[in-house]
């Protein structure tokens, strides 16, 4: 029989210990897509910045949104470094190591960027929930955005409260109080994203439904798609959050694991808006302007409509082109156009 050279610890610790480092690697992962996607949108808005504020804007928000994401990667990084290998042969093992330093600057900080950019997400999702309701008139979506944003102002107390609590000194994440705050944070933070997912959804399905009783599917997939249904929704991350508050709730080592996966899920999701925005593809306050006020023939109502989401699809990439020259983004928007309105008459 082989020896034994595992740890004297209960394996219950042992196994905290693993979904731990497993976390970091998830973390790191999740890190990597966000710089992708990070890249992808700061090129596409930065061309835009002379055309719209609205891209100055959103670029300073994925930048803060990486730069917090970035030191919640080193504080994380760090925290793996003193618990297995600067204090390795603390008394009961790495984990009691993480339990009794919770009041350490590392692990405040990393205490503060969770909560931050979970409020950062939850907030570009309720905005994002405000445009595509503002269709059905500003009044309504102002009503309708008006129970997300209390829950959210809830969720942002409760959270202050749950990260100071978790930072004192002799208490953590997993401690009576602190673990009390966690799960009422968690569930009303994830209370407000399924919300905001179901009116979201809900809204989207109804102007598939309306987009699709008019346009041929191939000419309005780009807005309608149930893949453009589940991004703009958040839908990923409302399911990644719930399987975490559940473990967390029950104290499960896998809420180690489902922390960062989450976490990660709801950066990489707002990113994927704001691609989806800048790129001209995401659901806008005049999307569905066109089937508000055309009338006529059925055969003049496509056309129309075929032609608002052709310019408006076509703006964005003339946008992307406008260093090289006026003259090539309005030729490369009137391709498009004539692409567009050329399928519909073949169609016909």
């Known amino acids: ?47 835009r910045r002379k055309q719209s504020r609205k891209a100055l804007f959103l670029l300073a928000y994925i930048t803060l949104l990486l730069s917090v994401s970035t030191i ?52 570009l999702m309720l905005w994002r929930c405000w445009v595509i309701w503002t269709s059905a008139g500003k009044l309504i979506a102002y009503l309708v955005s008006a129970i997300p944003a209390l829950t959210l102002l809830a969720s942002f107390i409760m959270g202050t409260f749950w990260t100071l609590e978790s930072s004192q000194p002799g208490l953590s994440f997993y401690s009576k109080l602190p673990l009390a705050f966690g799960t009422s944070y968690y569930s009303i933070s994830l209370g407000v994203n399924i919300i905001m997912t179901f009116l979201i959804t809900g809204r989207l399905l109804a102007y598939r439904k309306q987009i699709l009783d008019t346009l041929p599917a191939e000419h309005a997939k780009g807005y309608v798609s149930l893949l453009t249904i589940v991004v703009e929704s958040a839908a990923i991350y409302s399911v990644c959050a719930f399987l975490f508050l559940i473990t967390y709730s029950v104290n499960n080592p896998a809420n180690q694991v489902l922390l960062f996966i989450s976490c990660a899920a709801q950066q990489i999701t707002s990113y994927m808006i704001i691609y989806r925005l800048v790129d001209g593809r995401a659901w806008r306050k005049d999307t569905l302007f066109a089937f508000s006020t055309q009338k006529g023939s059925p055969e003049k109502y496509q056309k129309d409509v075929v032609n608002h989401l052709s310019t408006f699809r076509a703006a964005s990439v003339g946008f992307a082109l406008s260093e090289a020259g006026n003259e090539t983004a309005t030729s490369m928007g009137t391709d498009i156009h004539d692409s567009y309105y050329g399928n519909l008459r073949y169609a016909k």
């Open 1 to 47: 029989m082989a020896p034994y050279y595992g740890p004297d610890e209960p394996q219950s610790t042992v196994q905290l210990e693993r979904f731990f480092l497993a976390g970091d690697v998830a973390c790191g992962v999740g890190y990597g897509i966000q710089l992708v996607l990070f890249y992808s949108c700061a090129i596409y808005l930065w061309n």
């Open 72 to 123: 919640f990667l080193i504080v994380q990084a760090r925290t793996v470094q003193l618990m297995y290998v600067d204090n390795r042969n603390y008394p009961g093992g790495p984990w009691p190591f993480f339990l009794a330093t919770q009041n350490w600057a590392v692990n405040t900080i990393f205490d503060a960027c969770l909560f931050t950019l979970t409020f950062l997400c939850d907030t």
